[in-house]
């Protein structure tokens, strides 16, 4: 027996992106035609891009959680990026999430890898029932109604060991029957922000 599997293989560069990088997902149509990889383990409602709202321009990353089951998790993995030449990393995103009741207590998870994304490494767990919650309580469709409604996330807790030719990262949001998630304005620092001192 045997079977053929449509992009088994994906290869990825090795180095990666130039940063400093910025995604707002304007220029892609789908995730599917773009080189960020979604991870939808139970083939339903899972990351997607939306015209329905964006911190800025018209699209962003939404993830269609109002009718998820409670308990599954989705990923969105980022391309590779070179940060080889890096002393710092920072990196930061905006989002917008709404429980449906108070007892809901989804997670988002960030991840970091410097091997391409064969190991991965936590660095931050937002809860539905804490600082993930930007538009409080919403029972049906939440959608996002202007900049009050997200949050700004920041990442600076990645170290020498991910100054590497092949770093990636992820988001994995998991499931608790909460309302929808959006990302957006993802910004990648890999190098210095320089202070000039005047002396005299």
Avoid at 1 to 14: G, K, M
Avoid at 63 to 75: P, V
Wanted: charged share 15%; aromatic share 12%; with cysteine.
């Amino acid at each position: 027996i045997s079977n053929t599997f449509a992009s088994y293989v994906h290869v990825l560069p090795n180095p990666g992106e130039a940063v400093p990088a910025f995604e707002g997902f304007e220029t892609h149509a789908d995730l599917t035609s773009s080189p960020w990889t979604v991870v939808n383990p139970h083939n339903d409602q899972t990351f997607a891009i939306s015209t329905v709202a964006a911190y800025s321009g018209s699209k962003s990353v939404r993830l269609l959680n109002l009718a998820g089951a409670s308990g599954r998790s989705d990923e969105l993995i980022s391309p590779v990026f070179d940060m080889s030449g890096a002393t710092s990393i920072i990196i930061n995103y905006r989002y917008a999430y709404a429980q449906r009741n108070s007892s809901n207590d989804d997670r988002l998870r960030f991840y970091v890898s410097n091997n391409c994304g064969r190991t991965w490494s936590l660095r931050q767990q937002l809860r539905g029932n804490a600082i993930l919650s930007t538009g409080g309580i919403v029972s049906g469709n939440f959608v996002p109604s202007g900049e009050g409604q997200w949050a700004l996330a920041e990442l600076t807790n990645i170290g020498p060991t991910y100054h590497v030719s092949d770093f990636r990262f992820k988001f994995e949001f998991e499931s608790n029957g909460g309302n929808n998630l959006y990302i957006d304005d993802i910004n990648i620092n890999g190098t210095p922000v320089g202070i000039f001192e005047m002396s005299g």
